[in-house]
């Protein structure tokens, strides 16, 4: 009885510690928030459409896209006055299925974290160093994507009914990898993501 009586009190307190160190999930309601990150299945993680790399069809600068994350890494080499490759490298971009596996070409970085971003780079590795990015895209780059998100709540019935059903609560996105456009890795970042959701529900409510 003794044992027994110390092993339940040893997994009493194995039980507590479990649950105070949880770690919270990437896609999730806290405080009131909506917050997301990385796609995972929806019954786990009911926001994850809110993220750019969920893939969906999307109409966008007159190309069809697999997510808004392609429509935003292809736009930037769309301008008045771009060279002629950049029309190719376009194309070659819309040819890749998921938005990770694109947004790794559009960088045109040499290698990667894992393999299979070596092989992207070496595929793309002829238009490295002749297409060129809108020179002012750092300046457009938040009107660009929330042209974006509005077009996928026009075209994206499924995005628009969640993202509508966030009511008047705060969205992150919680990347801490973005402190631009998520809330980064001390979650003090900008953001910009998430406050262009709320203001494309917020007009359409």
Known sequence: MGRTKKAEEKNAVFKAKTHQTKKPGKDKEQNGKVQFWKLKPAKDHPYARLSNFFLSPLTFDGNTHTSSEGAYQRAKFVYEGAPEINSEFVKELGKIPTAGALKHAASLKETGRFPWHKKISDQFSRFRGLVKINPDWDNI????????VQARFDQQPEFRRLLLSTGDREIEE???KDPFWGTGKD??????????????RDKNQ
């Open 174 to 176: 919680t990347s801490p």
């Open 187 to 200: 979650g003090k970042g900008q953001n910009q993501l998430g406050k262009i959701l709320m203001e494309i």
């Open 141 to 148: 780059r938040v009107d660009k994507m929330r042209e974006i």
